[in-house]
């Protein structure tokens, strides 16, 4: 039956939602809308950040707890390092010590053991990818490669695509981008960050187009066109093909 419902995933175009960081925005924001459409998808935790939020009033990352609330609601949680350091400036002890940190912290505090990496700000080099490879079977890339558009059944789990959305892009260049990936069967993966009612920053999303991108997602799946995955199932599909 398994094998069955992947060849099925197959026949539909791909979509999966990251949220990198798991700041308090992506909680207060971000897990509401995604609730509201029964959209899944995958969190990159900075592990430490977290640590720290559940000692602070106000803190800028989620607690563990609020990471917790995605993982009840069908999130993949990833890996995110454990301080957020641009890993090609640090020694190999140092970056095994942010990816096992890291991973033995989201298993302590949320009884799974993360497979997927994203690299803090993007950066990465031949030296990295292959200690990244060594501790988890996906890495992302924040920009570059494919821009978010993987083809099943020939994506580099070590370099998967994804395509920022931010405050500058509009949510029907989004949802055609979605309808193409139903029509081509591609994989496209989105990447946020913050969110923001009003007044968004340079790495943030008005709320409101994070809600027409994922009304726009919703409704293709419901109408069976697209299947929303979080990353560590659309890699396996495109695996298996």
Not at 19 to 43: C, I, K, S
């Amino acid at each position: 039956m398994a094998g069955r419902a992947q060849a099925d995933d197959a026949t539909r175009g791909l979509l999966t939602i990251t949220f990198d960081d798991a700041n308090w925005t992506q909680y207060r924001h971000g897990l509401p809308v995604m609730r509201e459409y029964g959209v899944p998808g995958t969190l990159f935790v900075i592990s430490g950040r977290a640590n720290e939020a559940g000692r602070k009033q106000r803190a800028w990352g989620m607690t563990w707890a609020q990471v917790a609330e995605f993982r009840d609601a069908g999130w993949e949680i990833g890996s995110h390092s454990v301080s957020h350091p641009s890993l090609p400036g640090i020694s190999d002890a140092e970056i095994v010590r942010e990816l096992d940190t890291s991973r033995a912290d989201i298993e302590q505090q949320l009884h799974q053991r993360p497979v997927s990496f994203a690299s803090p700000y993007g950066d990465y080099d031949a030296r990295t990818l292959s200690l990244i490879g060594d501790h988890y079977a996906n890495h992302v890339l924040a920009w570059g490669g494919t821009e978010g558009r993987n083809r099943i059944g020939d994506t580099d789990p070590g370099q998967i695509g994804r395509m920022q959305i931010d405050l500058r892009v509009d949510p029907e260049a989004v949802c055609a981008e979605m309808r193409r990936a139903a029509e081509r069967k591609i994989w496209l993966v989105l990447m946020f960050h913050g969110f923001s009612v009003a007044d968004a920053g340079p790495y943030e999303t008005p709320t409101a187009t994070l809600r027409d991108v994922v009304a726009c997602a919703a409704h293709l799946r419901d109408s069976g066109r697209l299947n929303i995955v979080t990353l560590r199932d659309g890699m396996a599909i495109a695996a298996a093909h």
